[in-house]
Nanobody, 123 residues
Framework: QVQLVESGGGLVQAGGSLRLSCALS????????TAWFRQAPGKEREFVAA???????FCADSVSGRCTVSRDNAKTTMSLQMSSLKSEDTAVYYC?????????????????WGQGTQVTVSS
Protein backbone atom coordinates (compact mmCIF):
# COMPACT_ATOMS: atom_id res chain seq x y z
CA GLN A 1 0.00 0.00 0.00
CA VAL A 2 1.08 3.54 -0.73
CA GLN A 3 -0.25 6.56 1.12
CA LEU A 4 -0.30 10.02 -0.42
CA VAL A 5 -0.97 13.35 1.26
CA GLU A 6 -1.29 16.59 -0.70
CA SER A 7 -0.54 20.06 0.62
CA GLY A 8 -0.22 23.59 -0.66
CA GLY A 9 -3.69 24.36 -1.95
CA GLY A 10 -5.58 27.53 -1.21
CA LEU A 11 -6.83 30.75 -2.73
CA VAL A 12 -4.69 32.26 -5.49
CA GLN A 13 -5.25 35.30 -7.67
CA ALA A 14 -5.56 34.90 -11.40
CA GLY A 15 -2.18 35.31 -13.01
CA GLY A 16 -0.43 34.07 -9.91
CA SER A 17 1.31 30.79 -9.28
CA LEU A 18 1.02 27.83 -6.95
CA ARG A 19 3.11 24.98 -5.71
CA LEU A 20 1.50 21.77 -4.55
CA SER A 21 3.34 19.00 -2.74
CA CYS A 22 2.55 15.35 -2.29
CA ALA A 23 4.14 13.24 0.44
CA LEU A 24 4.33 9.52 -0.31
CA SER A 25 4.80 6.78 2.26
CA UNK A 26 4.48 3.03 2.50
CA UNK A 27 5.67 0.83 -0.37
CA UNK A 28 7.11 3.66 -2.40
CA UNK A 29 9.67 1.30 -3.94
CA UNK A 30 6.83 -0.22 -5.97
CA UNK A 31 5.89 3.07 -7.63
CA UNK A 32 6.85 3.72 -11.22
CA UNK A 33 4.74 6.76 -12.00
CA THR A 34 3.30 9.57 -9.90
CA ALA A 35 0.83 12.05 -11.25
CA TRP A 36 -1.45 14.97 -10.56
CA PHE A 37 -5.10 15.02 -11.52
CA ARG A 38 -7.77 17.59 -10.82
CA GLN A 39 -11.53 17.72 -10.70
CA ALA A 40 -13.61 20.86 -10.93
CA PRO A 41 -17.22 20.97 -9.70
CA GLY A 42 -19.53 19.26 -12.15
CA LYS A 43 -16.66 18.10 -14.35
CA GLU A 44 -14.83 14.85 -14.85
CA ARG A 45 -11.44 14.18 -13.36
CA GLU A 46 -8.68 15.56 -15.57
CA PHE A 47 -5.03 14.61 -15.93
CA VAL A 48 -2.60 17.44 -15.15
CA ALA A 49 0.96 16.11 -15.05
CA ALA A 50 3.04 13.03 -14.35
CA UNK A 51 6.58 12.01 -13.48
CA UNK A 52 8.09 8.61 -14.31
CA UNK A 53 10.85 6.85 -12.42
CA UNK A 54 13.39 7.41 -15.16
CA UNK A 55 12.87 11.13 -14.79
CA UNK A 56 10.58 11.76 -17.72
CA UNK A 57 7.87 14.30 -16.93
CA PHE A 58 4.94 15.55 -18.95
CA CYS A 59 2.00 17.89 -18.56
CA ALA A 60 -1.46 18.03 -20.07
CA ASP A 61 -2.00 20.25 -23.08
CA SER A 62 -4.39 22.37 -21.02
CA VAL A 63 -1.55 23.46 -18.73
CA SER A 64 1.39 23.10 -21.11
CA GLY A 65 3.88 25.90 -20.69
CA ARG A 66 2.54 26.72 -17.23
CA CYS A 67 3.31 23.43 -15.52
CA THR A 68 6.37 21.91 -13.89
CA VAL A 69 6.24 18.56 -12.15
CA SER A 70 9.07 16.96 -10.22
CA ARG A 71 9.74 14.02 -7.96
CA ASP A 72 12.68 13.24 -5.73
CA ASN A 73 14.78 10.15 -6.34
CA ALA A 74 13.67 8.59 -3.08
CA LYS A 75 10.09 8.71 -4.40
CA THR A 76 8.88 10.25 -1.20
CA THR A 77 7.80 13.65 -2.46
CA MET A 78 6.34 15.04 -5.62
CA SER A 79 5.54 18.62 -6.48
CA LEU A 80 3.52 20.54 -9.03
CA GLN A 81 4.20 24.15 -9.91
CA MET A 82 1.77 26.08 -12.07
CA SER A 83 1.99 29.67 -13.21
CA SER A 84 -0.27 32.17 -14.95
CA LEU A 85 -3.23 30.67 -13.17
CA LYS A 86 -6.70 31.03 -14.63
CA SER A 87 -10.15 30.65 -13.15
CA GLU A 88 -10.49 27.36 -15.02
CA ASP A 89 -7.62 25.98 -12.94
CA THR A 90 -9.94 26.00 -9.93
CA ALA A 91 -10.38 22.41 -8.82
CA VAL A 92 -9.51 19.82 -6.24
CA TYR A 93 -6.03 18.57 -7.07
CA TYR A 94 -5.12 14.95 -6.36
CA CYS A 95 -1.82 13.17 -6.45
CA UNK A 96 -1.76 9.56 -7.53
CA UNK A 97 0.74 6.73 -7.78
CA UNK A 98 0.96 3.78 -10.13
CA UNK A 99 2.80 0.48 -10.10
CA UNK A 100 2.49 0.34 -13.87
CA UNK A 101 5.69 1.36 -15.59
CA UNK A 102 3.89 3.06 -18.46
CA UNK A 103 1.00 4.66 -16.62
CA UNK A 104 0.02 7.85 -18.34
CA UNK A 105 -2.99 10.15 -18.53
CA UNK A 106 -5.68 7.65 -17.63
CA UNK A 107 -6.69 7.72 -14.00
CA UNK A 108 -7.53 4.03 -14.10
CA UNK A 109 -3.80 3.28 -14.38
CA UNK A 110 -3.24 4.60 -10.87
CA UNK A 111 -3.55 2.43 -7.79
CA UNK A 112 -3.28 4.90 -4.95
CA TRP A 113 -4.75 8.36 -4.46
CA GLY A 114 -4.50 11.18 -1.99
CA GLN A 115 -7.47 12.96 -0.45
CA GLY A 116 -7.02 16.05 -2.56
CA THR A 117 -6.33 19.71 -1.93
CA GLN A 118 -8.55 22.57 -3.04
CA VAL A 119 -7.15 25.24 -5.33
CA THR A 120 -9.32 28.27 -5.99
CA VAL A 121 -8.25 30.91 -8.47
CA SER A 122 -9.95 34.27 -8.00
CA SER A 123 -10.35 36.70 -10.86
Amino acid sequence: QVQLVESGGGLVQAGGSLRLSCALSGRTYSIFVTAWFRQAPGKEREFVAAARSEGYTFCADSVSGRCTVSRDNAKTTMSLQMSSLKSEDTAVYYCAASQKRWAGRDGYDYDSWGQGTQVTVSS
